[in-house]
C-alpha cells in the first residue's frame, strides 16, 4: 500500500471560514487550468452531504463530474471519492480537516487510492501531487 499525498499548513482565519472556503467557495480558489471546461465563468459545486456530487458547471451549463463526497462534518472535516478528467473507477480518496489552531485553522489535507493506478500508481500520485501543492496555494491566497 502507498503512504497518501499529504498537506498541512496553518491558516489566519477561523475553523468556519475555511471550510466553508474550501467548499461553499472553491470556484474563487480553484484555478481554470485545472477544470474540465477550461472556460471562463466555470462553478465548482460541493453538494453539501454524504452522496453529493462534486462538480464543474461550465459557462455554457454543461456539468462535469468531479467527485462525490463520502464524509460531510461542517466545519471539522470532509472527504470525497476524486475522479476529476478520469472515470468513476480511477477514484482517489481525498480528506480534508480543519482544526482550531492558535490564532487560527490547521488544514491537513490527504489523498490516497492511488493503486488503482496500477503500474503507473507512483507517477500518478507524484503528478497529483504536484498539481496539490499549486492549488493549495490559490486556496491560500484566496482565504
Known sequence: MMNPIVIEFELNTSVDHAFATWTENCTLWWPRS???????????????????????????????????????????????QWHIFLERDRA?????????????????LENGGFEVFGDTAEERQGRVGAAW???IQHYRDTV
Open 34 to 80: 485545472h477544470t474540465m471546461s477550461d472556460a471562463d465563468g466555470f462553478e465548482v459545486v460541493f453538494e453539501p452531504f454524504v452522496g453529493g456530487r462534486i462538480f464543474e458547471r461550465g459557462g455554457d451549463g454543461e456539468e462535469y463530474e468531479w467527485g462525490e463526497v463520502t464524509e460531510w462534518d461542517p466545519p471539522h472535516s470532509l472527504a470525497y
Open 92 to 108: 482517489t480518496e481525498v480528506s480534508v480537516t480543519f482544526t482550531p489552531f492558535e490564532s487560527g485553522t490547521m488544514v491537513r
Open 133 to 135: 501543492t499549486g492549488i
